[in-house]
């Protein structure tokens, strides 16, 4: 059972309520068992009973509720662009008024800065320093995070995933290696660990880790993928082609770590074939043909790039400005 949100709730008070309301309908009033029996008089309902309970009442909302229900509001205004309120600083100020709060919302709060640090991390457009300040707040609070829960796999793996989109793949492998301990049967961190090593380009560890995930169950189709990629990764061409043939052609054309894999290992006849059966089934795609074309330059193949984008331009006269300037760049390069 998980209660995350306020409908779970509903429904499991409900379920108690019912239980209940049946035991209690089945009581006699000389029956001393039941599902709860205890009763007070009207006076100790009065007197004690009813104060107790409006004052627990008032301090749990008081110091569990408010200050939860006033964090969850900023976390949404920090979440939100602040074009007109201060821009991306404003951000940054609302997620540590967030932390101000001291609720039991700042673990959301800390998933949710994670996810925005990372994306701020990878801009082009925004300045080094703010940067350097959200990955800054994010490494503090997962780090107190994970001093609340230090054996919690599901953070470790948490933490290693930031810290592996960050680059950062030594420090990602120190928590993923943690998680490895406290949940040894769990794929998915095998293959975060296993980024991080392809991070490095330690290719024969990548490999070792995701083989170790796929003998954990082999039926399970991601399993597959990532082992058939290692493979490529390691140039043990027998494992590759088995692995492939149970992968099957689909999704080798349509997942992209495919089409990268191939790129990156320098099998660009691969990357190429797999680029032209997508254009085959969308020949107008422009972002195929770029991909293309990138990949004709890399291969030193320039008027071929250059065709292609010509033909972006001819089919989308918006292009041209932007074409032009690549093609001035392949005939210049």
């Known amino acids: 059972f998980v209660f995350d949100n306020l409908i779970s709730y509903i429904v499991f008070f409900s379920l108690l309520g019912f239980i209940h309301s049946i035991n209690v309908s089945r009581m006699d009033e000389t029956e001393s068992s039941g599902f709860y029996t205890k009763t007070f008089s009207q006076d100790a309902v009065n007197y004690i009973v009813a104060p107790v309970v409006l004052i627990a009442t008032i301090f749990t909302v008081y110091y569990v509720n408010i200050p939860a229900l006033f964090a969850n509001q900023t976390l949404i205004q920090a979440m939100s662009p602040q074009e007109n309120n201060g821009g991306i600083e404003k951000n940054l100020a609302l997620f540590k008024q967030v932390y101000s709060y001291k609720s039991f919302g700042d673990s959301e709060a800390t998933e949710q800065l994670v996810q925005i640090a990372i994306q701020i991390n990878s801009s082009d457009k925004l300045p080094a320093n703010i940067k350097q300040q959200f990955v800054?707040?994010?490494k503090e609070k997962v780090t107190e995070k994970l001093k609340q829960t230090p054996n919690d796999a599901r953070y470790l793996v948490f933490a290693g995933s930031f810290y592996n989109r960050i680059n950062q793949y030594d420090e990602a492998i120190k928590y993923l290696d943690r998680a490895m301990i406290a949940s040894p049967r769990k794929q998915s961190i095998y293959s975060e660990l296993a980024s991080s090593y392809l991070g490095k380009q330690n290719y024969q560890k990548m490999f070792d880790l995701l083989k170790q995930s796929y003998e954990l169950?082999?039926?399970?189709?991601e399993a597959?993928?990532?082992?058939?990629?290692?493979?490529?990764?390691?140039?043990?061409?027998?494992?590759a082609v088995e692995?492939?043939?149970?992968?099957?052609?689909?999704?080798?054309?349509?997942?992209?770590?495919?089409?990268?894999t191939y790129a990156a290992i320098g099998d660009y006849d691969s990357a190429v074939?797999?680029?032209?059966?997508?254009?085959?089934?969308?020949?107008?795609n422009a972002q195929y043909k770029l991909s293309l074309a990138s990949l004709y330059m890399t291969m030193g193949q320039k008027q071929m790039a250059i065709d292609l984008i010509s033909q972006i331009i001819k089919d989308d006269p918006t292009f041209k400005d932007q074409g032009e300037s690549y093609i001035k760049q392949i005939q210049n390069s």
């Open 217 to 221: 169950a082999p039926e399970y189709k």
């Open 224 to 239: 597959q993928i990532l082992y058939a990629l290692s493979a490529l990764y390691v140039k043990n061409k027998p494992l």
């Open 243 to 260: 692995l492939l043939n149970k992968v099957g052609q689909d999704v080798i054309i349509s997942d992209n770590r495919f089409l990268q």
């Open 273 to 284: 074939t797999i680029l032209k059966v997508r254009l085959q089934k969308d020949p107008k």
């Open 136 to 138: 800054d707040l994010a």
